[in-house]
């Protein structure tokens, strides 16, 4: 959203959520929320088989896909799955990818040789309540199964604590498991009495046939499902989660002929301690054939996770490949910065591709090391989530409501020292006290800033490089961060050159703004960016395609596409731009110190209140009727302007009721709007507008804060409803035309986004 606070506000005191009435203190709100930032708890199950193409189905042809119905397998809360999936029987080479529909997302789970059976753990997000898994095969035809191991829940249950990586089996130094022969494996020393459900890397090496091991808690019956599948005299290794016994023991059971048995821990779940996991859409990571090149003999590669995981995560849940292997070898996974564990997570043989999901402690910086044994190969990374604990809020804290946070406000748990904080609907950012910007949302044009490209995140992470940041404001996909030092950075999306001349057409990381210093306010809008200089003069750069550079004059005599210019708005006198604000579009809008307010651009709906026949770009132009302006405010297609008296005034786009005036949209959407300011009714003593998505918030000097517009499904304005906007007849309680109070408390900054959730910032 694109907003302007020219005013300072203290201390506010919020409450409430009917109109004028005083009312009672409400109960403060809580933190609220799913996984995405509360994180998910683990409920190890029972082995058991979900799908066999062997018995239904038939064999998976070429890019063709079989589909896991988890419904009747897991509850409405649960929102991540962890399986074992196998491939036999394949023609082919051939890998096996994931996705939630009819396009797989580019990054594999299995790969499988000619006639190979292989298994792999997987982690697998199910967002929003989806339940059916695509599994796609990439070549030749193969069978595929898969065996339910447990899901994460946004219930109380087990959470994780890693280990270091500990190897608490090996046969080697005794004898082999025989035919239909089982292992136990005491696992007291290394779990507490509360653990419910171990991981840990399981290897066969030199079997004697072929055969499958299966592991399961000691003193149950043995489950009629497989871990690891083993051709003979080949070492293959895979990742197993499974219950544990009352004992903490487990059993291995080796099927036929003889094989040694590798059992490395890397971590257990328990009902009284560890973190909280936390998945992402899978995505690569790391691809050495694309950029470092393969890891030689005796080699290490670090892995930076902080462009997309936090730095206090305390492991990441990985897929790791390796690819153009030249020798035997083994790869091992670990923590940057401490001692090469004796342990493996990957077992390569020369030409061919083989995955195997790993759990791997990081914590501090979110960095880890592979390290290649012999020979030299290609190691790909496939994220699929994290364990961390959120730190909490102490102070100046974040609150959200709408689109799944819920109807009325609730804390949010992973950032303090809040000072602003600014979204787009896709992507939000928030500045603290020490200077930092924090950004969550999509990756897809490196709106984040991070570094990364591709997927997302749902909980807060460090724009990178940052410091000293007083102020941030994001539109269209790009964010524009401006500086004590009076400078702008900017990164994402640079497809109108609104983030520079010199810069491709997206950046992943924040670079700095040429052509303007001295900068005091800055503003987004889509394609299109303004600055407020401390000499009272407004540049722009960017989309000019109606108008949105206010007929900005070239500094220079040559000015390429991207070069801030100067605004043609009118100083008489000793008159000065004090603020600035921009619109969804190349709208702009300056307040200038005589209390007039003007705009500029593209004008559908009466958003620059000029008056103007709708479709008009203009040149700088004063909005009508307006004087002792000192707060201007612009949302989608509609602005807002605050005078001295405390009354507020609206004008542009009312089709949602986002003009708070109180009235119906019965007729065609162009007779829902106003081309000149009108007084928003009942609102005195504001102090602060936030807009977006035809969704508006006002705050008064006695803090209470009131929104209207569209309250779709989320609960958008806050006050406790919500409605489904698309349905027909629309409801009633989707069109809130009259400012209703909030429930929030001592709100001193809004984020409105609409349908992707609202924030504040709430000091106590």
């Known amino acids: 959203m694109w907003r302007l606070l020219a005013l300072c506000v203290a201390v506010l005191t919020v409450l409430g959520a009917q109109p004028a009435a005083a009312q009672a203190d409400p109960t403060p709100p809580v933190v609220q929320g799913g996984v995405e930032e509360l994180g998910g708890t683990f409920v190890p199950t029972a082995p058991k088989r979900v799908l066999d193409t062997r018995d239904v189905g038939g064999p998976v042809g070429p890019r063709q896909a079989a589909v896991v119905d988890l419904a009747p397998h897991l509850p409405a809360s649960a929102t991540t799955v962890v399986f074992n999936l196998t491939g036999t029987e394949p023609t082919a080479a051939t890998h096996v990818e994931l996705s939630l529909g009819i396009v797989p997302w580019g990054s594999s789970n299995l790969n499988l040789q000619a006639g190979e059976t292989r298994a792999n753990l997987v982690t697998f997000e199910l967002p929003r309540g989806a339940r059916k898994i695509h599994l796609y095969n990439n070549a030749g035809t193969v069978h595929l199964i898969a065996d339910l191991a447990g899901y994460y829940t946004t219930d109380e249950a087990s959470r994780f604590t890693t280990t270091s990586p500990t190897r608490v089996l090996d046969t080697r130094v005794g004898a082999p498991v025989g035919p239909r022969a089982t292992r136990e494996v005491d696992l007291s020393a290394h779990l507490p009495a509360s653990a419910t459900a171990v991981t840990f890397n399981l290897t066969g090496t030199e079997p004697t046939a072929a055969t499958h091991v299966i592991a399961h808690a000691s003193g149950t019956a043995r489950p009629v499902v497989s871990n690891l599948n083993l051709a003979p005299g080949r070492t293959s290794p895979n990742l197993v989660t499974v219950t544990v016994g009352a004992d903490r023991r487990i059993s291995l059971y080796n099927n036929a002929g003889n094989t040694h048995l590798l059992v490395d821990l890397v971590g257990y779940y328990a009902t009284d301690r560890g973190h909280r996991f936390f998945p992402?859409?899978?995505?690569r990571t790391v691809d050495t054939r694309e950029t470092g090149g393969p890891v030689p003999a005796g080699g290490t590669r670090v892995v930076e996770l902080a462009t997309r995981i936090p730095e206090s995560a305390a492991a990441a849940v990985l897929n790791l490949t390796g690819t153009n292997t030249t020798d035997a070898t083994h790869v091992s996974a670990y923590r940057t910065g401490t001692t090469r564990p004796?342990?493996?997570?990957?077992?390569?043989?020369?030409?061919?591709?083989?995955?195997?999901?790993?759990?791997?402690?990081?914590?501090?910086?979110?960095?880890?090391?592979?390290?290649?044994?012999?020979?030299?190969?290609?190691?790909?990374?496939?994220?699929?989530?994290?364990?961390?604990?959120?730190?909490?809020?102490?102070?100046?804290?974040l609150y959200a409501w709408g689109d799944g946070y819920g109807t009325t406000p609730g804390r949010r748990p992973w950032l303090s020292g809040v000072t602003a904080v600014d979204q787009d609907g896709g992507h939000a950012f928030a500045v603290k006290s020490d200077g930092t910007v924090w950004a969550w949302g999509g990756h897809g044009y490196g709106e984040l800033g991070t570094g990364a490209?591709?997927?997302?995140?749902?909980?807060?992470?460090?724009?990178?490089?940052?410091?000293?940041?007083?102020?941030?404001?994001?539109?269209?996909?790009?964010?524009?961060?401006?500086?004590?030092?009076?400078?702008?950075?900017?990164?994402?999306?640079n497809g109108k050159k609104q983030i520079g001349p010199d810069v491709p057409d997206l950046s992943a990381v924040p670079v700095r703004v040429t052509g303007v210093s001295g900068v005091t306010a800055v503003a987004a809008g889509y394609g299109v960016a303004y600055a407020l200089k401390s000499d009272g003069t407004v540049w722009a750069w960017g989309d000019d395609a109606a108008g949105g550079l206010g007929d900005g004059v070239c500094p220079t005599d040559h000015c390429p596409p991207g070069t801030p210019v100067r605004v043609a708005l009118p100083l008489p006198g000793t008159t000065r731009i004090t603020a600035i604000a921009a619109g969804d579009g190349p709208t702009g809008y300056a307040l200038r110190s005589d209390g007039t307010v003007w705009a500029w651009g593209r004008d559908n709906f009466g958003e620059t209140g000029t008056g103007v026949p709708p479709g008009t770009s203009i040149g700088p132009t004063r909005v009508v009727g307006l004087t002792d302006v000192v707060t201007i405010a612009a949302g989608t297609q509609m602005a807002y302007a605050v005078t001295a008296d405390g009354r507020l005034w609206a004008w542009g786009d009312d089709e949602w009721g986002s003009l708070g005036l109180g009235t119906e949209c019965a007729g065609p959407v162009t007779d829902c709007r106003s081309s000149v300011p009108v007084v928003v009714p009942g609102l005195t003593d504001v102090v602060m507008v936030e807009s977006y998505q035809w969704v508006t918030f006002a705050v008064r000097s006695d803090g209470t804060v009131w929104g209207w517009g569209r309250n779709d499904a989320g609960g958008n304005v806050g006050n406790g409803t919500s409605g489904r906007c698309y349905d027909s007849p629309r409801p009633a309680e989707c069109r809130v035309s009259t400012p209703v109070r909030t429930a929030l408390t001592g709100a001193s900054a809004i984020a409105a986004s609409g349908a992707s959730g609202q924030l504040a910032v709430v000091p106590g």
């Not at 992402?280 to 995505?283: A, E, F, L």
């Open 453 to 493: 490209i591709g997927g997302g995140s749902s909980v807060p992470l460090r724009v990178r490089g940052l410091s000293g940041v007083t102020a941030v404001d994001t539109g269209g996909g790009t964010t524009y961060a401006l500086k004590s030092d009076g400078t702008v950075w900017a990164w994402g999306s």
């Open 342 to 397: 004796a342990t493996s997570n990957l077992n390569l043989t020369p030409g061919r591709d083989t995955a195997n999901a790993a759990v791997v402690a990081i914590g501090g910086d979110a960095r880890m090391t592979l390290h290649n044994h012999v020979g030299s190969t290609d190691l790909v990374v496939d994220l699929a989530g994290f364990f961390a604990t959120p730190p909490g809020c102490a102070a100046d804290c």
């Open 280 to 283: 992402v859409q899978q995505i």
